[in-house]
């Protein structure tokens, strides 16, 4: 009799009364069957990789890309040390070793030790999905290939055991099939497939802090920081700020910060990439909300916080993750490592290759070319502007394809470097004949270009050189200067007439015409805040630019002098960062200047010369007349032929020009005629003088020293320039023998 059931309750079918008899062997067969499809799938599945855990394979991707960075690091740590071992042995050579040989030396050094401070700056970052694939695919390779090295590998130790049992040890025998037994029972277990990414990534609970982003932040994404320290959510419950001399480990600065950051509601969430500097601290922040503007705003009171000097807390935001900011917390100098000026042989560079000139605080290079670059150098009084310009110009006067031109109508310009400057005008009237002189060529040039096969850019070479310009005190230029100076900018850069415009101020007040935001490349070093948004724009305060926050330099204390911010520098990413230009001592730069003077200084190409003649001049520097053709208002400045101009500026004229008879002309012979017999190369002022009197006293009797210097500069030798140290003295002026001799 059939009984009822419950809905939903299993009925259970009865108890065959004779249940069917299966073979042993076909029941062994279907075992073995299941078996060997379980160790099939789990073979496969572990080939696949899909037993690895994600977390393992980033971690493995993380240490294998930080090994790599380290190894590139190490080895270039070696060929540094192998640069200074090949410098020093050919110190210790002496005489032995040409000056050419140890400049050569001594770039070779400074350049491997710039590409060594730039690797130990670089951040390393978190590995990306084809590095993490790269790792897991590596994995699977070796995997792949221990399985085949494993079956062949099997065949020769089973003939081994097989013979072992022949002769009597059976044990081995045994010991083997047993492991073989247990390896099988191992693999052929019920096995259920396991893919890859079933669970999130962030529910790993194994996942470290190093790649654990904030979740609880808009996006949850990660970091840029390779190593986070710490997030907000860790710190402890009533934990106080507390000042940066307690901080010892990166764990403690990271507190620091995100506790400083917590009492001034700064939306710092997160701190990575902690590493101990000489100088202080440097650590990655990102901030869950607003924009880099709520870092700087509030470093003041960070710098409270911290017990730091003022300008102790100088955020970089970085311009490829909004979200972060780079921080560095100084208590030191941070520029006291920096590399010093590197030696540049004469004519070892050309206009358009990259040369060093100073570091940024983070300890990269700044590296810069002028070439087709117009460019504003601000910086108040104090601020460095003079060393910042000669540190361009000692870059410039080392090419073999450029025309150095120093004009200042108020200070000394490139006073160190002047032996290696072909033209110094200091007088308006100077300074407004050469501005027209290179006004007219850039338009001269402009149609010599397609035929000379140069295409849509002047191309520098030492038969048709560039021609670089540096203006100091731009404000102090008269009217006319200013407007030439601004018709050059608007012309110039095609044609490789390059300006370097230099202020004290970068506002209206002191440029005249708003030309900042016209500059492709433009630095601030101390200045007024106003300085910094005129030059960057009104929102670069806000973005980072601090060059207000800088100090001059007093008569006791250099403080921030030559330190800049700096945009549109060519090949390089524009981004808020303090830099120091290497400032290098005078006696370096003069002995510097005179081995290029003494190499020979270039002129202007011919073909551009003669273009000249073609061009209109502007309008503002013509003649005027009335209607009847009577002179009404004279020329405000005359165009001068290049041999004019360079008799205005007191140059020395240009090479292979002759020198007529007369007593010019025999003043220069009977001075290197002088020099010779004494045996030197060079001779001061009165002594060179007092020896013309013994050498021919009836011409040279009565001359004085104000005569002299005249009529040596009648025969286009200039005015006296210093000649190094000779005896005591260690930069007296005079005239050299060979550059005499040019004129002859």
């Not at 379980?38 to 971690?59: P, S």
């Not at 150098?377 to 073999?400: D, F, H, M």
Request: net charge negative.
């Amino acid at each position: 009799m059939a009984t009822e059931t419950e809905p939903g309750e299993q009925q259970i079918p009865p108890k065959p009364t004779d249940p069917p008899t299966v073979p042993r062997g076909t029941r062994m067969k279907a075992a073995f069957a299941e078996q060997r499809g379980h160790a099939t799938a789990r073979t496969r599945d572990w080939l696949a990789g899909n037993d690895l855990d994600q977390v393992d394979i980033i971690q493995a991707a993380t240490l294998k890309k930080q090994r790599k960075h380290d190894e590139k690091v190490a080895h270039q740590q070696r060929i540094v040390a192998e640069a200074h071992g090949r410098l020093e042995h050919a110190k210790m050579q002496g005489d032995n070793v040409s000056a050419a040989t140890l400049s050569s030396l001594a770039g070779r050094t400074a350049q491997e030790e710039a590409k060594l401070s730039a690797l130990q700056a670089t951040i390393v970052l978190p590995p990306t999905d084809r590095e993490i694939n790269s790792v897991r695919s590596g994995k699977k390779a070796g995997r792949a290939a221990a399985v085949a090295g494993g079956s062949v590998a099997t065949l020769p130790v089973l003939g081994t055991v097989l013979q072992q049992a022949a002769t009597g040890q059976p044990l081995l025998l045994v010991a083997v099939g047993a492991a073989a037994s247990f390896g099988w029972y191992l693999i052929s277990r019920p096995f259920v497939s396991r893919q890859v990414g079933d669970a999130p990534f962030v529910d790993a609970p194994a996942l470290p802090a190093t790649f654990l982003a904030d979740t609880t932040q808009a996006g949850g994404a990660m970091s840029v920081g390779s190593h986070v320290v710490m997030n907000v959510e860790q710190l402890a419950e009533g934990a106080k700020p507390f000042p940066l001399r307690n901080v010892s480990t990166p764990q403690q600065l990271a507190e620091c910060v995100l506790l400083a950051a917590r009492a001034e509601n700064v939306p710092i969430v997160e701190v990575a990439d902690v590493t101990r500097q000489p100088w202080g601290w440097q650590c990655t922040v990102r901030q869950s909300e607003g924009t880099p503007e709520a870092i700087i705003s509030k470093a003041g009171a960070l710098e409270t916080r911290f017990d730091l000097p003022t300008n102790g807390v100088r955020p970089q935001p970085i311009r490829a993750r909004r979200a972060c900011t780079v921080m560095r917390l100084v208590d030191g100098d941070p520029f006291a490592t920096a590399p010093g000026l590197p030696y540049r042989a004469p004519k070892s560079l050309s206009i358009t290759d990259r040369f060093r000139i100073g570091t940024s605080v983070g300890g990269d290079p700044l590296e810069i070319s002028l070439a087709g670059v117009m460019g504003l150098w601000v910086a108040a009084s104090g601020g460095g502007k003079t060393g910042i310009l000669q540190g361009l110009a000692e870059g410039v006067t080392a090419c073999r394809d450029n025309i150095t031109i120093d004009c200042d109508p108020h200070g000394d310009g490139l006073e160190d470097l002047g032996d290696a400057v072909r033209i110094t005008a200091r007088s308006n009237e100077q300074i407004e004949a050469v501005l027209l002189f290179f006004l007219v060529m850039s338009k001269a040039r402009a149609r010599l270009r397609a035929r000379l096969g140069m295409g849509k850019k002047w191309k520098p070479s030492a038969s048709h050189p560039a021609v670089t310009i540096f203006i100091d005190e731009f404000p102090k230029l008269s009217d006319l200067a200013k407007l030439l100076a601004f018709d050059l900018l608007l012309v110039g850069r095609k044609e490789l007439i390059e300006v370097q415009y230099a202020s004290q101020g970068g506002t209206t007040r002191y440029l005249g015409e708003n030309i900042a935001q016209m500059m492709a490349l433009k630095a601030v070093g101390p200045c007024k805040v106003g300085d910094t948004r005129a030059v960057f724009g009104d929102d670069s305060v806000r973005e980072g630019y601090l060059p207000h926050k800088l100090s001059p330099a007093t008569d006791t204390d250099p403080k921030d002098a030559g330190h800049i911010f700096i945009q549109g520098v060519p090949g390089m990413a524009d981004e808020p960062i303090e830099y120091a230009i290497h400032e290098a001592p005078s006696d370096v730069l003069r002995k510097l200047a005179a081995e290029r003077a003494d190499a020979g200084l270039l002129d202007p190409d011919q073909d551009s010369l003669d273009g000249m003649r073609g061009v209109d001049l502007p309008e503002y520097v013509e003649a005027e007349f009335d209607k009847n053709g009577d002179l009404k208002k004279p020329a405000p400045v005359s165009l001068l032929t290049w041999e004019q101009l360079l008799r205005l500026c007191d140059a020395e004229p240009p090479a292979g020009s002759e020198l007529t008879d007369g007593p010019a002309r025999a003043a220069v012979e009977d001075s290197v005629a002088v020099m010779e017999k004494a045996g030197v190369d060079r001779m001061k002022t009165e002594p060179l003088l007092a020896a013309l009197h013994e050498f021919d006293q009836e011409t040279y009797g009565e001359l004085g020293v104000d005569e002299f210097k005249a009529l040596m500069k009648q025969a286009g030798a200039g005015s006296p320039i210093t000649l190094g140290p000779i005896g005591e003295e260690k930069n007296p002026r005079g005239f050299k023998r060979d550059r005499l001799r040019h004129l002859l």
